[in-house]
């Protein structure tokens, strides 16, 4: 099973925004780095993110092309417990996902699976709108790759 662990894409400033931080759009920039990742090849994978709303616009236009609904899950929510989310991976059906989340929660995780004898093809770097495609076989993480951020023109 492909798991695909997207940072959200470019958000506006955190320090100029006067709402709830979970409330904070993608910029534009951001809304373009979607729709660029909305051509990644996932297979048939169930889409979930985090309830912040820059997470689940960065995978709208992807669960769009794949006729599924983005699932809102809290464990991918910022300061969540990133072993829940190994736990997950390592328990999923072979369906494959695609997990949205943020900054504070990726390299954990990363580290974690890592910890379970996952190879990664560098260090955990975790750039906006980027993506780790992690090979997990029977419960067993295996290899993960890393896919910078789209470049826009």
């Given at each position: 099973?492909?798991v695909h662990?997207?940072?959200?894409?470019?958000?506006?400033?955190?320090?100029?925004?006067?709402?709830?931080d979970?409330q904070?759009?993608?910029s534009?920039k951001?809304?373009?780095?979607?729709?660029?990742?909305s051509?990644?090849?996932?297979?048939?994978?169930n889409v979930?993110?985090?309830?912040?709303?820059r997470?689940?616009?960065?995978v709208?236009?992807?669960?769009?092309?794949?006729?599924?609904a983005v699932q809102v899950?809290?464990?991918l929510a910022?300061g969540?417990?990133?072993?829940n989310?190994?736990?997950?991976?390592?328990?999923a059906?072979?369906?494959?996902?695609?997990?949205c989340?943020h900054?504070?929660?990726l390299?954990e995780?990363?580290r974690l699976?890592?910890?379970?004898?996952?190879t990664l093809?560098g260090?955990?770097?975790?750039?906006?709108?980027?993506v780790?495609?992690c090979d997990i076989?029977?419960?067993?993480?295996?290899h993960?790759?890393?896919?910078?951020?789209?470049?826009?023109?």
């Amino acid at each position: 099973m492909l798991v695909h662990l997207i940072r959200h894409a470019h958000a506006g400033s955190r320090t100029a925004w006067n709402l709830p931080d979970a409330q904070r759009p993608l910029s534009d920039k951001g809304l373009s780095q979607a729709v660029a990742l909305s051509e990644l090849d996932v297979g048939q994978a169930n889409v979930h993110s985090s309830p912040a709303i820059r997470c689940t616009q960065t995978v709208d236009p992807l669960a769009s092309r794949l006729g599924v609904a983005v699932q809102v899950d809290n464990r991918l929510a910022e300061g969540s417990d990133p072993s829940n989310v190994v736990g997950w991976i390592c328990q999923a059906p072979d369906d494959g996902l695609v997990l949205c989340s943020h900054g504070d929660i990726l390299p954990e995780v990363l580290r974690l699976l890592a910890l379970r004898g996952m190879t990664l093809d560098g260090p955990p770097a975790v750039q906006k709108a980027s993506v780790w495609v992690c090979d997990i076989r029977d419960g067993q993480p295996h290899h993960a790759s890393y896919i910078p951020p789209p470049r826009l023109s």
